[in-house]
């Protein structure tokens, strides 16, 4: 796995939302961007999704087996709600985040932890 390309393909969508985010969904430009992210977010399914979704299922199964896997992408940006025993009544979050390429696990408004680095 070439950890340097999935973290600058993640980076790339990460910008992409970033730029759409800034517009207005009237502007001529949206479609255009829109359509551009959604192809990113294919090709990193396609080219890393596996291999993300193989490391989700592990962090699942210690951390939250409770909850379903849902697709990488999904877990980009603001990341999923996922109920931890160990954290019962608190609002917890996995985030794929990228530089490098990680997922966290925050707790609340305050803590976080890198649960899973690729390799």
Not at 15 to 27: M, P
Not at 56 to 69: A, T
Not at 88 to 102: F, V, Y
Request: hydrophobic share 35%; net charge negative.
């Amino acid at each position: 796995m070439d950890i340097q390309a999935l973290d600058k393909a993640l980076q790339e969508i990460v910008n992409k939302r970033t730029e759409l985010e800034k517009i207005d969904y009237n502007n001529p430009k949206y479609d255009d961007l829109e359509e551009q992210l959604h192809d990113l977010e294919d090709d990193f399914q396609s080219e890393y999704g596996e291999y993300l979704e193989d490391a989700l299922q592990d962090v699942h199964d210690e951390l939250c087996p409770d909850n379903d896997v849902l697709m990488p992408i999904a877990y980009l940006g603001k990341g999923i709600p996922v109920e931890i025993d160990k954290y019962a009544g608190k609002d917890t979050k996995l985030i794929l985040e990228t530089n490098p390429t990680r997922l966290t696990l925050t707790i609340g408004k305050d803590k976080k932890e890198v649960v899973w680095t690729a390799k």
